[in-house]
Nanobody, 124 residues
């Protein structure tokens, strides 16, 4: 089992920044690819960003490319999502996910473990 705990969400004005963190425990963190997803009210959960086990490969949704950066620190069992130039349409619950595979996954079904989510609200 893997436990994932997100933190860092909150309320921010448009144009501002937040950094989300996801702390993992329970199994060897470096064996997992990690992803961030988000879900707005009334919408399906959507892919935001993903990173391979070694951090050698990353992938971003077009809507966040150039504004968000995913990174990981395997020594700290933590994955991060730096979010800059935030927009009201980025408002959602953000979820961290772990995949028992070294490679990146782009779909929620690719992931085996999920955190409880952290709310990000961007005001206009």
């Amino acid at each position: 089992q893997v436990q994932l705990v997100e933190s860092g969400g909150g309320l921010v004005q448009a144009g501002g920044s937040l950094r989300l963190s996801c702390a993992a425990s329970g199994r060897t963190f470096s064996n997992f690819a990690m992803g961030w997803f988000r879900q707005a009210p009334g919408k399906e959960r959507e892919f935001v960003a993903a990173i391979s086990w070694s951090a050698g490969n990353t992938n971003y949704a077009d809507s966040v490319k150039g504004r968000f950066t995913i990174s990981r620190d395997n020594a700290k069992n933590t994955v991060y999502l730096q979010m800059n130039s935030l927009k009201p349409e980025d408002t959602a619950v953000y979820y961290c996910a772990a995949r028992t595979n070294y490679g990146i996954g782009l779909q929620p079904s690719n992931y085996d473990y999920w955190g409880q989510g952290t709310q990000v609200t961007v005001s206009s």
